[in-house]
């Protein structure tokens, strides 16, 4: 399967996945890390393992349809089977997202559908909740919303601060997106409606896991 990982900044679930790529016999390859920001610490990181980079720049289109119609054909060109967001800061148009529908995937930092949008672990820990975590999912046109390929369990403690909980939370999420990936190649996900399945799940896929609560 030829993946591109779209990012804006470091890309840390892009380095996941890259590392996740080069064990033997992952079904999945990178086969492009694209940016819409020129400065992205995360395009060194690919360059530095021989993946091709591109970088289309947003601000040098008028509208997002034709950021979006730029960043589709590249897509196209390069036949991409499948679209990793890892920190790309745009909102993609709903025209973007239904050509591509079910072959695009992102991590969020929170347990969807709580939690949607921006400052995720500050309104968890000012909610009172006792878990959070993140989740794998399949892109649709409305914010943080799609089918659920996998999530992990992050319990608040009484002195985290945003900084501490994000930082709990990465771990989890460099280990379940290179598992979402690897189960979608593998062809074990088919969506129905609403609702991603998996076929032969293997531990932590499609469902709840808690390692950092059971630790």
Known sequence: MRVAVLISSRGSNMQALVNACKTEGFPAEIACVLSNNPDAAGLDFAKANNIPTKVIDHREFEEREEFDAA??????????????????????????????????????????PAF????VHERAIESGTKFTGCTVHFVRPEMD?????????VPILQDDTPEILAQRILVEEHRIYPLALKLIAQKKVKVHGSIAKISEATEGSGSLTNPAVDT
């Open 116 to 119: 949607k949008g921006l400052h």
């Open 71 to 112: 960043l589709s054909d590249y897509l196209a060109s390069e036949k991409i089977d499948l679209i990793c967001l890892a920190g790309f800061m745009r909102l993609l148009s709903a025209e973007f997202v239904n050509r591509w529908r079910d072959r695009i995937i992102n991590i969020h930092p929170s347990l969807l």
């Open 145 to 153: 919303d799609g089918p659920i390929i996998a999530q992990a369990v």
